[in-house]
T-cell receptor, first 114, second 114 residues
Framework: DSGVTQTPKHLITATGQRVTLRCSPR?????VYWYQQSLDQGLQFLIQ???????AKGNILERFSAQQFPDLHSELNLSSLELGDSALYFC?????????????FGPGTRLTVL | AQKITQTQPGMFVQEKEAVTLDCTYD???????LFWYKQPSSGEMIFLIY????DEQNATEGRYSLNFQKARKSANLVISASQLGDSAMYFC???????????WGAGTKLIIKP
């Protein structure tokens, strides 16, 4: 158990809908990262937050947004869902701003868009 | 741009044998970190081992060791005395000290035969 929690574990929804994925980092970790793992694109970094502020952005679509709250939990919002958004979404956390700190991953949320 | 190459899509290894999973990387940075993660069929992403670009000694964590050859830009994972529970996908990833995102290889599927 990495100490990072993600809910829900599975999510099935329809095209055009909006969903929210939730992540709680390890105790004491200030950085939260979101990654998408799909069959065709592999693992891709989406976005990083540190202590409530966005710090880095990767291949995140405009239909996706995220935030980190004062209690350091984070939410990833996915809207106008398409079939291609079906993937495993991971949240990871690390103690500091980044650099080479080890990122510990949550169990993931498997999103299926029908 | 940084890139990770894992040339072995899949490997079969007899239980109790040692196994080496290949990883080569491409970066123009002097300061970076290399990670190996394990993803069992259940889907979670488990941190295994880390090697910093300035670390002079190869990293070791229990049965895992990293054969780091900086000049060749190679960071192979060695698993000694393989066990059935080692069957999983294994991912190599690189991170810059100045950046916060992990760049991932395509992974190697390792199957341990009894």
């Amino acid at each position: 158990d990495s100490g990072v929690t993600q809910t829900p574990k599975h999510l099935i929804t329809a095209t055009g809908q909006r969903v929210t994925l939730r992540c709680s980092p390890r105790s004491g970790d200030l950085s939260v990262y979101w990654y998408q793992q799909s069959l065709d694109q592999g693992l891709q970094f989406l976005i990083q937050y540190y202590n409530g502020e966005e710090r880095a952005k990767g291949n995140i679509l405009e239909r996706f947004s995220a935030q980190q709250f004062p209690d350091l939990h984070s939410e990833l919002n996915l809207s106008s869902l398409e079939l291609g958004d079906s993937a495993l979404y991971f949240c990871a956390s690390s103690p500091r701003l980044g650099g080479t700190d080890t990122q510990y991953f949550g169990p993931g949320t498997r999103l299926t868009v029908l | 741009a940084q890139k990770i190459t894992q040339t072995q899509p899949g490997m079969f290894v007899q239980e109790k044998e040692a196994v080496t999973l290949d990883c080569t990387y491409d970066t123009s940075d002097q300061s970076y970190g290399l990670f190996w993660y394990k993803q069992p069929s259940s889907g979670e992403m488990i941190f295994l081992i880390y090697q910093g670009s300035y670390d002079e000694q190869n990293a070791t964590e229990g049965r895992y060791s990293l054969n780091f050859q900086k000049a060749r830009k190679s960071a192979n994972l060695v698993i000694s005395a393989s066990q059935l529970g080692d069957s999983a996908m294994y991912f190599c990833a690189i991170i810059r000290r100045s950046n916060y995102q992990l760049i991932w290889g395509a992974g190697t599927k390792l199957i341990i035969k009894p």
